[in-house]
Nanobody, 126 residues
Framework: QVQLVESGGGLLQSGGSLKLSCTASGLTFSRYTMGWFRQAPGKEREFVAAFSWNGDITYYEDSVKARFTVSRNNAKNTVYLQMNDLKPEDTAVYYC???????????????????WGQGTQVTVSS
């Protein structure tokens, strides 16, 4: 049974930093591209960042590119999202997701990912 468990969310002021973690079990982690998505109240889920299963390739949504860093530790089956200079518009539930051998142009599509975590809330006040 595949499980993805996010942690690290919280409430903080604008300009602060958080590091989210997502630990996977029940799958061969190194074979999966790991993505981060977020969903704000009343909005659709959107892509944030991803780390490819091969080649240390990372992808970012434009609004977070200069502020967020995605990384992974295959030995720990964990993907991270370091978020700096957080803004109120970053407030959302953050989800991690895994896509088997996912590469190419579809990394930003939620449908490309088979497994999802339960999400962790990030709230940024102004």
């Amino acid at each position: 049974q595949v499980q993805l468990v996010e942690s690290g969310g919280g409430l903080l002021q604008s300009g602060g930093s958080l590091k989210l973690s997502c630990t996977a079990s029940g799958l061969t982690f190194s074979r999966y591209t790991m993505g981060w998505f977020r969903q704000a109240p009343g909005k659709e889920r959107e892509f944030v960042a991803a780390f490819s299963w091969n080649g240390d390739i990372t992808y970012y949504e434009d609004s977070v590119k200069a502020r967020f860093t995605v990384s992974r530790n295959n030995a720990k089956n964990t993907v991270y999202l370091q978020m700096n200079d957080l803004k109120p518009e970053d407030t959302a539930v953050y989800y991690c997701a895994s896509g088997l051998y996912l590469s190419g142009v579809n990394y930003h599509l939620s449908g490309s990912y088979a497994y999802w975590g339960q999400g962790t809330q990030v709230t940024v006040s102004s």
